[in-house]
């Protein structure tokens, strides 16, 4: 039996904001639904993500989803949540950034079956609209004190903004109205930000098509601490791995504070009220082991990018923290090495020492200075405290070709916690 959508919503904490009625028009069989997404980038970020969440809770439901990229309203810019006008993107950016985040959108949703997912593109029905037909046919049901007394307006009429900005709540308005019209969309969907831009849908729709339509809005996700949810010291957390890489992206959920994670495994997690919970309780027993943070983790990696690759982060992930072999280190890809061992000191070292070996002690102290003398290296040998490659070496060790890790590094460790880069170069 399919969950109803508003308590799907509701025990998962994502409602902000509903007009009355939508319980009702979710209760007459396949009802669509759709989501915008906006081209700024040539991929979706985490926060974009809650979005994504709530079209699969939508569609895990029984109901039909629409995604809806905007080809128009890019070329626009929406106001909402800006201090300041956005730069406009151009034609060929554009049209890039529709391509990968449609492509992005399909790994998540199911294009098959009766409530099959849906991707549409704005610009295929506003290309051949003119301005003159858009001002008389459009723009004449919504007036000017409707639309200045939103707050994504109002916040900026005094600072200023340009009628290009001003017009986005229209535009989109009248994409809800296209859907509803030619789709049989009947609510809109989107984060609290929008509220204002998705009733305008609404009342056009009411004005210019005589017709009935819902909206439901999740609230912002906030962190505990009061920073920023989906930024990290790089900025945005990227669904793109070129972007942010899947070890980093793993590291963001598997770093996530015991007071975020158990309203993050609400809204991302596809598990079932019964199974969060019981997780929830299991993490309150033990936090020290982290489990909604890594049950979190490699469900959202895995569905982000692939079972492979939360394996790769996960290696890393426990090379990072001292529990990993010379296989695991030797396996990872160079960008993912680099991203691990990423501010430790490193020496360069030529290349052509290794042909005859390099004595441990002279890598330990001339070549890389990681240890002051040439006493204190053989006192850490004697007790066992150094390793290269994670694996434990004596006095007599030399470093040869056949140490190297992706044809160039070497890793020294005294003890657990002192770790040093050596990067041989031709």
Not at 279 to 307: D, G, N, W, Y
Not at 401 to 406: G, R, V, W, Y
Request: proline fraction near 2%.
């Amino acid at each position: 039996m399919q969950n109803d959508f508003i308590e799907e919503l509701q025990w998962r904490g994502m409602i902000h904001d509903m007009m009355p009625g939508t319980q009702d028009c979710l209760n007459n069989g396949v009802t669509s639904a759709y989501i915008g997404f906006d081209p700024t980038a040539d991929s979706l970020h985490i926060g974009n993500l809650v979005q994504i969440m709530i079209l699969v809770h939508f569609q895990n439901c029984g109901h039909k989803p629409v995604a809806l990229v905007g080809g128009a309203t890019g070329m626009v810019g929406d106001p909402s949540g800006k201090s300041a006008e956005r730069n406009l993107l151009d034609e060929k950016t554009l049209q890039h950034n529709l391509a990968s985040v449609k492509r992005q959108l399909e790994k998540f949703l199911d294009f098959e079956g009766e409530n099959a997912a849906e991707v549409v593109n704005n610009y295929d029905w506003f290309k051949d609209f003119s301005f003159l037909e858009f001002i008389r046919d459009v723009g004449k049901h919504i007036t000017v004190n409707y639309m200045t007394a939103k707050d994504s307006v109002k916040s900026r009429l005094d600072s200023g903004l340009s009628f290009t900005e001003f017009s986005y709540q229209l535009v989109q308005g009248y994409d809800f109205y296209h859907l509803w019209k030619h789709k049989n969309v009947k609510l809109q969907l989107g984060g609290s930000d929008q509220w204002g831009n998705i009733v305008t849908g609404t009342e056009l729709i009411r004005r210019k098509g005589q017709g009935e339509a819902f909206a439901l809005t999740t609230p912002l996700i906030t962190k505990a601490d009061g920073s920023k949810f989906g930024k990290s010291e790089g900025g945005n957390v990227w669904l793109d791995p070129e972007k942010t890489s899947p070890f980093k992206f793993y590291q963001y959920w598997i770093n996530a504070s015991d007071a975020d994670v158990e309203n993050y495994i609400k809204i991302f997690s596809i598990r079932s009220k019964k199974e969060i919970l019981e997780l929830i309780e299991q993490h309150k027993e033990a936090p020290h082991m982290r489990l909604l943070q890594r049950t979190l983790a490699e469900e959202i990696t895995q569905r982000v990018h692939s079972k492979a690759d939360l394996e790769t982060a996960q290696k890393a992930t426990n090379i990072l923290f001292g529990k990993s072999t010379f296989e695991d280190i030797k396996n990872l890809d160079e960008k993912t090495f680099n991203e691990v061992f990423d501010g430790l000191p490193t020496a360069e070292i030529n290349m052509g020492k290794l042909d005859k070996g390099i004595d441990i002690i002279d890598a330990l102290v001339a070549e890389s200075e990681f240890l002051k003398s040439n006493g204190e290296a053989i006192r850490a040998l004697k007790q066992n405290a150094v390793a290269v490659n994670k694996v434990k070496v004596q006095k007599q060790f030399k470093l040869t070709e056949k140490d190297l890790i992706n044809g160039k590094y070497i890793l020294l460790n005294k003890g657990k916690k002192n770790t040093y880069v050596l990067r041989f170069v031709k």
